[in-house]
């Protein structure tokens, strides 16, 4: 593809660049509207500046992504309410051995989940975590937050549904899903393992800050607000105590517990003290019977009070049974519940493995749950980040926009005699044109623009080469997410969340990323470069 015309490569670049600053910067002092507003911004620019039309504009946004990332997130939110995250916490703290130990399991529960789940979906659902993992440890939450982006980019490479760019190729490449987890999976697990030895490395001083052990009552909060971590995708807002309630406990049943058992003391003491006695008035004051209310004058008689209590065990002790009932079908009703969504989670993800649409897959699952619910979904839906995705929206404009200008190509076109998969100068010229294009433009633009001319220029040497060039397109793509905070979604996602969590929020900067993304980015492609077969 030739370069568009000078007006159009300089005013594409003009609204690229902003696109970009904005995007790393976004609270640059002369315009400090953030990443959403900056993305928009540059969508808009594109389409001012007449470097593609407003039908070309809504065709540039990817509909499947964004239905993917919608999807999930529903799902997330009824995974937090059937307490999948509390017992994630508990596998991420239980008998942990330090800080390196814990860094290392995020690396591997980042990369497994990503594998099969998407690299984006886990970083929402872990980011928070891995926030109070830090603070539970009084370690600055920047390793652990690179060791989840970074494990879930490189995790996400193994199959076809770990990230969008993959999807395409394995189905622009009719690789199958098999062919693709055995091309790729060594490279993955020797990568996670050489990505978690490098930040270690790296952050060595930092990870071995010994655990202020003066305060053991800190500690224990701090853990247990690990275990009964409340997750929001989108606000990172806690729920209220009445929410919390709601989803996790059973008041009223909790209340009946305590009422049945302040009769029973009751029941058993001859000679009660004033305090019981007030506690058993209490509770019976709203209590009801068969023969209908207490009457107002014995409620302000507590020694009447107990006299019923006492006179009339048959009643209480039925009483009590019918509480128990009450408690234990709420207790199975809540487990019903909790089962039906790991269930539908599972046939979502079933249902992605065997080749289903990923996006319209991940839709219905929600809808299914937001229909079992059977109550508002108003709440729910509330909890959706829609400011990230109108970020995507804004991004897949302005690239498409870079596209048109024809820089990407021209590089490709400069660069392909050279990047032939035949020899190992050609393989790493190959690597370093898709990382830098996937840095520049995207990875799931990268893999559209290249594709199918990386695969063509293969399969004029054999079959062989042609699966192997597809398989090394979507190494690099992905592992190239981890070179900048603009590298993939996940990374921008992990930003996020972590800058707007309550209490906890951590604003992670491009530099930090940097300086361990360049490095950590290099050595993990080439060694994984190495091992694709």
């Not at 995007?23 to 990443?35: E, M």
């Not at 622009?172 to 490098?198: C, D, E, H, R, Y």
């Not at 009422?259 to 029973?264: A, I, L, R």
Request: aromatic content about 8%.
């Amino acid at each position: 593809m030739a370069l568009a015309p000078i007006s159009k490569v300089v005013l594409g670049s003009i609204a690229f660049a902003i696109f970009w600053v904005l995007a790393v910067f976004p609270a640059v002092p002369f315009l400090p509207i953030g990443r959403t507003a900056g993305s928009l911004l540059g969508a808009m620019l594109m389409v001012v500046f007449r470097v593609l039309g407003p039908d070309e504009a809504y065709e540039a946004i990817d509909l499947p992504i964004l239905g993917l990332l919608f999807g999930t997130m529903v799902v997330t939110v009824f995974l937090e309410r059937a307490n999948m995250f509390k017992y994630l916490g508990k596998l991420l703290s239980w008998k942990s051995k330090g800080a390196k130990d814990l860094l290392c399991r995020i690396c591997l529960i980042s990369a497994i989940s990503s594998a099969f789940f998407t690299n984006d979906t886990s970083c929402v659902v872990l980011t928070e975590f891995v926030l109070k993992i830090a603070r539970q440890h009084n370690l600055p939450p920047y390793p652990f937050l690179l060791a989840l982006a970074s494990s879930a980019n490189i995790g996400s490479s193994a199959t076809p549904i770990g990230n969008p760019q993959n999807l395409v190729i394995a189905i622009q490449g009719k690789i199958s899903f098999g062919s693709f987890l055995t091309g790729i999976l060594p490279a993955m697990l020797v990568g996670v393992v050489v990505n978690a030895l490098f930040l270690i490395i790296m952050y060595w001083k930092v990870l071995s800050i010994q655990k202020d052990e003066e305060d053991p009552v800190s500690e224990v909060v701090a853990e247990e607000e690990v275990n009964s971590h409340v997750f929001s995708p989108a606000t990172m807002s806690h729920l209220t105590p009445s929410n919390s309630h709601e989803y996790n406990s059973c008041p009223e049943s909790t209340n009946s517990i305590q009422n049945s058992s302040q009769v029973h003391v009751m029941r058993n003491q001859s000679t009660p003290s004033v305090s019981e006695v007030q506690l058993v008035h209490s509770s019976t004051k709203d209590s009801t019977t068969k023969e209908g209310t207490i009457d107002a004058k014995e409620e302000t008689n507590p020694s009447k009070t107990v006299a019923i209590m006492v006179d009339k065990p048959k009643e209480a002790n039925g009483v009590h049974s019918l509480e128990g009932k009450d408690y234990m079908s709420i207790k199975w009703k809540r487990v019903l519940w909790k089962s039906c969504v790991y269930a539908i989670t599972l046939v979502m993800l079933i249902a992605m493995l065997i080749g289903l649409n990923m996006a319209w897959t991940a839709i219905a699952a929600a809808i299914i749950l937001l229909v079992l619910d059977f109550k508002d979904a108003g709440p729910c839906l509330e909890k959706v980040s829609y400011s990230l995705l109108i970020f995507f929206c804004g991004m897949f404009i302005t690239v498409d926009g870079f596209k048109i200008t024809g820089i990407p190509s021209a590089l490709w076109d400069l660069m392909e005699p050279y990047s032939r998969v035949d020899h190992a100068s050609g393989i790493a010229i190959l690597a370093v044109v898709i990382l830098v294009l996937s840095n520049l433009a995207s990875n799931v633009p990268t893999v559209l623009l290249l594709g199918g001319r990386v695969a063509a220029s293969a399969a004029a040497i054999s079959k062989y080469d042609e699966k192997k060039a597809w398989l090394i397109l979507a190494w690099v793509s992905t592992i190239a997410g981890n070179f900048s905070l603009l590298g993939s979604a996940a990374n921008l996602i992990v930003c996020e969340q972590a800058r707007r969590a309550p209490n906890l929020g951590y604003t992670l900067s491009f530099w930090t990323h940097l300086k361990f993304g360049l490095p950590s980015t290099l050595i993990v492609t080439a060694i994984g470069l190495t091992l694709i077969k």
